[in-house]
């Protein structure tokens, strides 16, 4: 039998019971959640710590990422700049290409016109070659004619040889005529002697070894002694000793 409390009917005492009864099952499944909850909220403490490092390792990225993309901008700046210093480099290289081509131009033009005055003044030397010639054949007779009446007299006064006269004569050497400037026969302290002279406006070692060559080819188609002579206005020093051993005697158009 249910304890009667003072003030308290039956009724009301069952349904106090129930109550409490019902608020001691609530608190049970309350505290079973709770034990739960705890779980859950130890592993989300778990999980946030997991994310702070995570969150770290990202700063960290983040920060080198950061220092990264400082150092490809200031790469790129300083590409930029180098690119812009090329860029003038190439304009002063194309203004020298330019320069150059127009001095090439310039001396292309220049040397067409030296090869222009090349090509005269080989035209005008070749005119005053021919002039000089032309004098020279001039002045080579007119000497000739004075050695013909000078070196008769010299040839018998300084070398006992007596000559009529003295001729322009061509000698056949092997069906080829070699001209002779002076020829004549004579003799020479009873003997025939045959004169062979030469005549040059200025006698060097090289018209001695000219004449000399000439002599030799000349030889074999003459007899007996020959006499040979050469001619001149100047006679240099180097004919002077090659004349004396190759048996050559010069005479100067000065000397009697």
């Known amino acids: ?11 009301l005492y069952h349904a106090i019971i129930a109550i409490v009864d019902q608020r001691m099952a609530e608190i049970k499944v309350t505290r079973a959640d709770f034990d739960d909850l705890k779980d859950v909220v130890k592993e989300l403490a778990e999980a946030q710590k997991r994310t702070e490092y995570k969150l770290e390792e990202l700063t960290e990225a983040q920060s080198r990422t950061e220092v ?10 300083r590409t930029e700049a180098r690119m812009e210093e090329l860029a003038e480099a ?3 290289t194309e203004a ?11 001396t292309e033009a220049r040397m067409e016109e030296l090869a222009e005055a090349q090509q ?3 035209t005008e030397l ?27 007299g010299y040839l018998e006064r300084n070398q006992g040889v007596k000559i009529d006269k003295l001729t322009r004569k061509y000698v056949d050497v092997g069906g080829e005529p070699v001209e002779i400037d002076l020829f004549g026969s004579g003799t020479k302290a009873g003997r025939p002697v045959t004169v062979i002279g030469e005549v040059k406006a200025r006698i060097y070692s090289r018209e001695v070894k000219a004449f000399a060559r000439k002599v030799a080819r000349v030889r074999a188609s003459l007899e007996g002694e020959i006499l040979k002579v050469m001619f001149g206005y100047l006679i240099h020093p180097s004919a002077s000793e090659l004349a004396s051993r190759e048996g050559i005697i010069l005479v100067a158009s000065y000397e009697r």
């Open 1 to 11: 039998m249910a304890t009667e409390f003072r003030g308290i009917t039956p009724e």
């Open 96 to 106: 020298r290409m330019e320069e150059l081509a127009e001095a090439q131009k310039r």
């Open 68 to 77: 990264r993309l400082k150092e490809l901008a200031e790469a790129q700046k």
């Open 120 to 122: 005269r003044t080989e």
């Open 90 to 92: 190439q304009k002063r």
């Open 126 to 152: 070749q005119q005053l070659a021919r002039q000089v010639g032309s004098l020279s054949a001039t002045m080579g007779f007119g000497l000739e004619d004075i050695a013909r009446v000078c070196l008769p």
